[in-house]
């Protein structure tokens, strides 16, 4: 008994150090937000005042300085988040997670975004270089005097390298890169084609529909809605691993919106603001907020890690923005026909052309330390060959991005935006964006409100770029782009509102894209017609809507198709009492998601193969095209798309799918969460995961799951993963509403928090506050009254 209990005493006393130890290791890291701070590189002092979450609000007495302490703050929060985005920038995640890693920076190096890069950093006016030397600078200043440097590094045995201004531009060129749809599209209905055939393919292939509503649609243009929405009950909710190592630097976007109101509309007569671009959940957040001010340059909102000033939202003294992916289609991919006998030579319309060659470097970390080796890539006049580090690209597939084809612009932009005043100075910064895809909300202090819709649109001799095309025949080619005075904007709309759930601005006479969204369009158009003025709460609670129109749409027809199947009763009594309001106490949205899910896959899989649809159609960022099929053929219950073709002998309709579908969607349901539906409620299925890119490993980074509310129709966005279903992969992440009566009211929420260090208080204490609907306030007008305050100072 006596040696057991010293033996007992012995493990607790190891357990403690233990603990002491881990406390020790990673609290040694965090910042502090009070006191001063000698800072090499500054001119004159700074003041950093810190809110209680986190939020940092730089007051410089000059431009320089502002920058520079962005810089410097922004490395102390979420210096290895930036580092693993200009890594995948460079092509370089494998000198960190070794060769696990390799086949994505082949696809990196062989893209050629820090190619581009360099080349844009010498392209760069001089004007606009100071900003990003700053910038740069302060990174570099807070590693060179960091003492204890993001834990991360010491777990991983590396270190990170002085920043480059090159480094700040990759981070913006990925970001422009992962808000192109088609550049997984395209390849995914090509395959299909090829599998398939034409008939299903042309099917298939995206379209918007002519009920589906455009932002810039009058109060008085004609919208018909098809009769599967017609006298539905409205209801107004108010209520990381290293495989995935790519979604910290180019997160696919699949959803976002913003809904703006001009004075007639609200009950202070001051414009209102909502904006949410919604992304894959990350940890820490995609984004970073905070305020800075130097002089007349004072903003506040969503800034990207590596890259200077405000960018996805904010607002200064004037005006507000927000934005939401265009979706325009600005990536073709060209099959190029190598010469037989040369092949570094493809044929072109004017005979055979060498290919030029360049040769990267791939660097990867082994036992042995830094292993390097050689990565020819070809590139033709449309750009690098992708074939084999894209999978379902055609042989010798080059491909042709505006993003690798023009100056970016980005940091022009963004900086003049932050500094506008009106929505004339808006537009004129937006038009220095060459790159980014976008549409972006505005409104301003005077009560003005408007968009401005942001790309560079090629014009093709022939086609639409929906499909590779051959690169020989000299058919396709590209002959300029679509002027930004003709890109699609609004000011002042007579109707008083606008709004953009990724769906058509307006009718262009020129290809814009087959790939918006409208479903979330037609639910705000249903609550518009039952509203007469909107409030701040209202417009809060606007953002968290979580009715699926999609479900309005689908739910009578198998009320009607399963009526007789008693085994599914119970399924069939919460949908006839659901209101399709996805909200988390909900059976009927877990049910009525799983049948959907088996629908699409009912639907389709037979003619294009389980591999095309569970590798690559059924993604969540591809939802919307069997989805947008789905709403094209659901009045044509003998559409052949129904028909199974692997029974040969019987012809299915849509009801005899729809029964097939809620049979597997209650059996999956069963596995998941139990045999009895009343347990089956949206909460337990639908869950956010904040995971750490080091959280497969080490689990304790990663933060537990939240239920969360909404779906792939909803407002209050809560696409899911449908390989594991019904894991949230992106959402609402960063939320901002603007009250131009008083800048004061304003708030904003980016889950999980503002810094990127574990045991840090900031790093997961705003991911309960986001699922659960709320925000926080930004101190914008009166930031001096923030009790922490940081000093950087100059070295004398």
């Known amino acids: 008994m006596k040696v057991l209990k010293i033996s007992a005493i012995v493990l607790v006393i190891i357990l403690l150090l233990a603990f002491l130890l881990v406390q020790v290791f990673f609290r040694s890291a965090l910042p502090k937000y009070s006191g001063t701070l000698a800072v090499d590189g500054l001119h004159e002092a700074v003041e950093v005042r810190t809110d209680e979450y986190g ?104 270190e990170p390298e002085p920043w480059l201004p090159e480094d700040s531009i990759v981070c913006g060129l990925l970001m422009a890169y992962s808000l192109t749809r088609s550049k997984k599209i395209d390849l ?62 180019m997160p696919d976007i699949p959803a976002s919106n913003w809904m703006i109101f001009s004075g007639k509309w609200t009950t202070t007569g001051k414009a209102l603001f909502a904006g949410s671009p919604d992304l894959k959940p990350t ?8 305020h800075l001010q130097a002089g007349a340059y004072d903003v506040i909102g969503g800034s990207m890690p590596g890259t200077p000033g405000v960018t996805v939202l904010g607002f200064n003294q004037n005006i507000a923005w927000s934005i939401v992916n265009g979706r325009g289609d600005e990536l073709d991919y060209f099959i190029e026909k190598p010469n037989p006998d040369n092949p570094d030579q493809y044929l072109t319309e004017n005979g055979f052309e060498d290919f030029r060659v360049v040769n990267e470097t791939l660097r990867f970390k082994t036992k042995q330390g830094i292993q390097e080796e050689v990565l020819p890539v070809k590139i033709s006049r449309h750009g690098p060959v992708i ?25 022009e932009g963004f900086y003049t935006l932050n500094r506008a005043r009106n929505f004339t100075q808006f537009r004129e910064a937006l038009s220095s964006l060459r790159t980014m895809d976008l549409n972006f909300g505005y409104a301003d202090i005077d009560g003005n409100i408007g968009y401005q819709y942001t790309a560079s649109l090629p014009l093709r001799k022939k086609g639409d770029g929906s499909l590779p095309v051959p690169g020989w025949s000299g058919e396709y080619e590209w002959q300029g782009y679509v ?55 209202k417009i809060r609670q606007l953002q968290l809507d979580t009715v699926d129109v999609v479900a309005k749409r689908w739910v009578p027809y198998v009320l009607e198709a399963c009526a007789d199947m008693s085994e599914l009763a119970p399924a069939m009594l919460y949908l006839q009492q659901w209101n399709f309001s996805v909200d988390t106490e909900s059976v009927g949205a877990t ?74 969607a209650f059996g999956m349901l069963s596995d998941m969460l139990g045999d009895r539906p009343e347990k089956w409620q949206w909460g337990k299925a639908h869950l956010m995961y904040f995971e750490h890119p080091l959280g497969s490993k080490l689990k304790f980074l990663n933060l537990k799951s939240i239920p969360t509310q909404g779906d792939h129709h909803t407002i209050n966005s809560g696409f899911w993963d449908t390989k594991h279903p019904f894991i949230m992969d992106s959402g609402g992440v960063i939320r901002m509403v603007v009250d131009f009566s008083d800048l004061d009211n304003s708030t904003i929420i980016s889950p999980p ?33 923030l009790e922490d305050v940081l000093i950087l100072n100059p070295v004398q």
Request: include cysteine; charged fraction near 25%; aromatic fraction near 12%.
């Open 55 to 158: 939020i940092p609000h730089i007051l410089a007495q000059n431009e320089h300085d502002l920058f520079f302490a962005q810089g410097f703050i922004t490395a102390r929060e979420r210096l290895f988040q930036m580092d693993l985005t200009r890594r995948a920038g460079r092509g370089e995640l494998s000198t960190l997670f070794g060769e696990r890693t390799l086949n994505n920076d082949r696809f990196l190096k062989t893209a050629g975004f820090y190619r581009k890069a360099r080349q844009e950093y010498m392209q760069m006016p001089e004007r606009t270089k100071p900003v990003l030397h700053a910038y740069t600078d302060g990174i570099n200043a807070w590693i060179s005097q960091a003492g204890r440097l993001p834990r991360e590094y010491v777990l991983l045995k590396a």
């Open 188 to 249: 995914v209905l090509h395959s299909i084609g090829e599998k398939a055939g034409d008939a299903v393919l042309k099917e298939i292939m995206p379209s918007y529909p002519d009920f589906a509503p455009r932002v810039s649609m009058s109060c008085e243009e004609p919208n018909p809605i098809p009769d599967s929405y017609a006298n539905l009950t409205t209801v107004f909710a108010t209520g990381g691993c290293f495989g995935d190592i790519l979604s910290f630097a």
């Open 283 to 290: 940890l820490p957040a995609l984004f970073y907020i905070v």
């Open 387 to 411: 074939s084999d580090v894209l999978p379902l690209a055609p042989p010798n597939t080059a491909m042709m991005w505006t993003g690798l084809e023009l100056y970016s612009g980005l940091f």
């Open 483 to 537: 002027p930004f005075e003709e890109l699609p904007y609004d000011y002042n709309p007579q109707k008083g509102y606008l709004a953009s759930f990724n769906n058509e601005p307006k009718k262009t006479p020129y290809h814009l894209t087959n790939y918006y969204l409208f479903e979330r369009a037609i639910r705000f158009d249903e609550i518009i017609q039952s509203l007469d003025t909107v409030s701040l709460d």
């Open 591 to 664: 049910i009525f998601n799983a049948f959907y899910l088996k629908l699409m896959q009912n639907t389709l899989v037979d003619e294009i193969g389980d591999e095309l649809w569970r590798e690559h159609l059924s993604a969540s960022y591809l939802f919307y095209v069997p989805d947008l099929l789905l709403a094209k053929i659901v009045k044509d219950p003998g559409h052949f798309l129904f028909d199974d073709i692997t029974t040969a002998d019987i012809r299915e309709t849509r009801d005899e799918i729809i029964r097939r579908s809620m049979q597997q």
């Open 753 to 785: 928090g503002q810094s990127g260090h574990y045991m840090s208080p900031h790093y997961k204490d705003l991911a309960r506050m986001w699922a659960d609907g709320d925000q926080l306030s930004l101190h914008f007008l009166s930031p001096k009254k």
